[in-house]
Structures are given as C-alpha cells and as structure tokens.
C-alpha cells in the first residue's frame, strides 16, 4: 500500500464531517496530499461514511490517475488537484454542502467578517466566486470550479494560507489546511461564522468588524509574532 498513514489520516477526517454535522448522506470529501510522493488519498465516489475503510481512500497522482484502489474518487477530484497545483502551500482539502456556507454560497454572497471569532481563523470576509457559465458547467465541471476558485483568489489578492476557505457560488464551501485535521477545523468553524453572521445583520444590518481589531485576532494567532497558545 503506497500511502497507508495518509489514507488513515484522510479517512479519520471524512469521518470528523459526520461527527461535526457538515455533511448529509455521502455529500462531503477530504482529501491530502503527499507532496513529496506528488500523490493525494481522496475519499471514493458515492461511499457511505459508515461503510468506508482507510483502504478505501483512493490514491490519484496529480494529474488525476488512480494510482491505488479499486474505487473512483470522488466526483470533485478534479477540483482539488487544481487547487492542490496552485495553492502549493496547502496540504488538505474539504469540501462540504454543510447548511449555513451553503446558504451563503447559494446567495452569492461573501460572509463578511463580524467579528473575532471570524478574524481569529480567516482574515477577510469569505470569498464567494463567480456564477460558473453554461459552457464551463457542461464542460470539464470539476475542473473549471478549480478554475474559478483559484481566479477568486488572483483577481481579489487573496493569500489562501490566510484565507484557508472559499464559496463556490451556487454550490458550497471548500476549505484546506496544512494536515486534513486543520482543513476539517477550518470547515467547523466556517460553518460556525456563516450562522452567526446571518443572524448578526439579521439583528443589525450596519453591524462591521474594524480592520484593526480583525488584524489584532488574526495575527495573534498566526501571525510571526502570533502569541495565542503554547510554545
């Protein structure tokens, strides 16, 4: 078995959606990636969280062949490469239709950083892409979503070590980490921010976040200077 710890690693973080609620019958995938093997482990097509194996992970190299398994992986592989050859840093990718992201990725619209809860894991408001066009949709779907995400982030300068999610408008929320782990924490409290920030502007429509006090939260905790928790 060529990856067997990144399969565990990646199998225990398709099973953290379930124990976290973000994800409903099969709708959800995790993947990682091993940089220096240029192999990622993804969880398969269609196969129930509570029927799957670490062994069912599938192994694809970076251009999307299967390396190990017997299974596809999953329909939004393609995506994740893409994002894996273009934000180089990241090491592993969710992808969730958890309610309240989706909600927002469905409006079209950023959620827009609130307060410090939001600024002490994103720095920004969450981007949301574009309407994906009829020729990108009946074409390579998987793919151009990779695409558009990835422009998101170029035509808006957004650094996606800082910003580790992403709205993919009418669709739902991708989020990525340095290990799956971080990458399913980064979907938790996605999820988190996007219900509190509905029921923020539904209380107080001119509610803001200033910039400064979202850099002080953002910072301290990853910045080079970060402070929060233990050395």
Do not use: C
């Not at 953290?16 to 990636?33: E, M, Y």
């Not at 992403?166 to 739902?172: D, E, P, R, Y």
């Amino acid at each position: 078995m060529l990856l067997k710890r990144l399969q565990e690693e990646v199998f225990e973080a398709n099973l953290s959606l379930v124990k976290h609620n973000l994800v409903l019958f099969t709708w959800g995938n995790v993947s990682a990636i091993d940089r220096a093997k240029g192999l990622i482990a993804i969880k398969p097509s269609g196969i129930s969280y509570e029927e799957m194996k670490p062994s069912d992970m599938v192994i694809v190299d970076i251009d999307g062949n299967v390396a190990e398994n017997r299974l596809k992986p999953s329909s939004d592989t393609l995506t994740h490469l893409e994002l894996y050859r273009k934000f180089t840093n990241i090491s592993a990718i969710v992808h969730t239709h958890s309610k309240w992201a989706t909600i927002w990725a469905q409006a079209r619209r950023p959620i827009p950083a609130l307060g410090t809860t939001h600024a002490d894991n994103f720095r920004g408001d969450i981007p949301v892409t574009r309407r994906i066009s009829r020729t990108e949709a009946l074409g390579q779907y998987e793919y151009n979503t990779g695409l558009m995400i990835v422009e998101t982030f170029t035509e808006q300068g957004l650094d996606p070590m800082e910003m580790p999610a992403v709205l993919v408008a009418n669709h739902g929320p991708f989020t990525w980490g340095n290990s799956a782990a971080k990458a399913v924490e980064n979907a938790v409290v996605l999820e988190y921010v996007a219900e509190m920030a509905y029921y923020s502007l539904d209380l107080n429509g001119r509610t803001a976040l200033d910039t400064f006090l979202l850099d002080k939260h953002y910072l301290r905790k990853h910045g080079k200077d970060a402070y929060y928790g233990q050395d």
